[in-house]
């Protein structure tokens, strides 16, 4: 989707301007595993309008494939305005109708989207409509072929009225390999309460990571033998400047580590960085630091790792990060 961001804070009838920015669960994880350094790919549907050019030219810009986007001519790109509140940031989405929402296992080969090493999926996705919640289905299914899928719950109440139930979003997340939840989305959504109980509703994936918000995250991976290694690394301190888009720049990091065969904690640390990347900045879609950096940053011993405090900007001085510790 487009974005606007408004300037200001304050209720969205009173923002008269706004920044223009891109946004959307999977993109943003395509652009950050880009602009890490991986070869990415994103297929999606976007409206014959200039917002989608837009669209397609940023996430393009990022490094990212988007040979497979199509156009659609009758039915517009989504767009969504966040409300900066005191204390908290606003959501309002336009994408009813939008160009997305038609997606199906038709209109999305499964060949294509089983072609890389790993397949990224979102729930949101699965809100949008039935033929997008059977695209999702369809390509989570377990069959020959299938790369290693990675699937962020991404629980938005407001896409789950009516018919739709969110008891749909554990069926599709048993399904996939790595899975992403937050303890309030997992609690909201299933009655789920911490990390344990969310392991024993999800058994199936080889590797659950639940975010616990400022606290941190844990990481369940199973072993050969079926049992459970379990995780823990504290978020890093950061002075917030925006936290929508946090947790796609969270599931980068991670994917962007496992991809390198990094181990758990590594993955956990680099989730942490990212997510500090997209915390910092108003948009987003921050623009993360070299690897280099994002390794270093992830070596820090414990106590190094808990007392650095990350402000505005920071991934654009990496010289200056030890400074802020």
């Not at 500090?276 to 280099?292: F, N």
Request: proline share 7%; hydrophobic share 40%; net charge neutral.
């Amino acid at each position: 989707m487009v974005t606007f961001v408004p300037e200001h804070t304050g209720p969205l009838a009173d923002a008269p301007t706004f920044h223009r920015g891109v946004g959307g669960a999977e993109s943003n994880v395509a652009c950050y595993l880009a602009l890490s350094g991986h070869s990415t790919r994103w297929i999606s549907r976007v409206g014959a309008d200039g917002f989608g050019d837009h669209l397609v030219a940023e996430i393009a810009a990022a490094g990212v494939d988007v040979d497979w986007v199509r156009r659609d001519p009758t039915r517009p790109t989504g767009i969504y305005f966040k409300e900066r509140l005191p204390g908290r940031t606003a959501v309002t989405y336009y994408r009813a109708g939008s160009a997305a929402t038609v997606m199906s296992p038709e209109l999305v080969p499964r060949q294509l989207a089983w072609s890389g090493r790993v397949l990224h999926l979102s729930g949101i996705t699965a809100a949008l409509s039935a033929s997008c919640r059977e695209l999702v289905r369809e390509l989570t299914r377990r069959a020959a072929g299938r790369p290693l899928v990675s699937f962020d719950v991404n629980y938005r109440p407001s896409l789950w009225k009516g018919p739709r139930h969110p008891g749909e979003l554990l069926e599709l997340a048993r399904g996939c390999d790595i899975v992403f939840v937050g303890e309030d989305e997992a609690e909201a959504a299933w009655g789920t309460t911490g990390a344990a109980e969310l392991r024993a509703a999800l058994p199936e994936p080889g590797t659950l990571v639940v975010k616990q918000g400022a606290t941190g995250a844990v990481a369940h991976v199973r072993r050969p033998d079926g049992t459970d290694d379990r995780h823990f690394e504290p978020a890093l301190h950061v002075d917030v400047v925006e936290p929508v888009g946090a947790g796609d720049a969270f599931a980068a990091g991670f994917l962007s580590a496992a991809l390198r065969g990094l181990p758990p904690a590594a993955r956990l640390r680099h989730g942490h960085v990212l997510a500090a990347v997209s915390l910092t900045v108003p948009a987003d879609l921050g623009r993360p630091p070299s690897r280099a950096v994002a390794d270093r940053l992830a070596a820090m011993d414990e106590d190094a790792w808990r007392a650095l405090r990350l402000g505005p900007g920071w991934a654009e001085r990496p010289g200056t990060v030890e400074d802020r510790s």
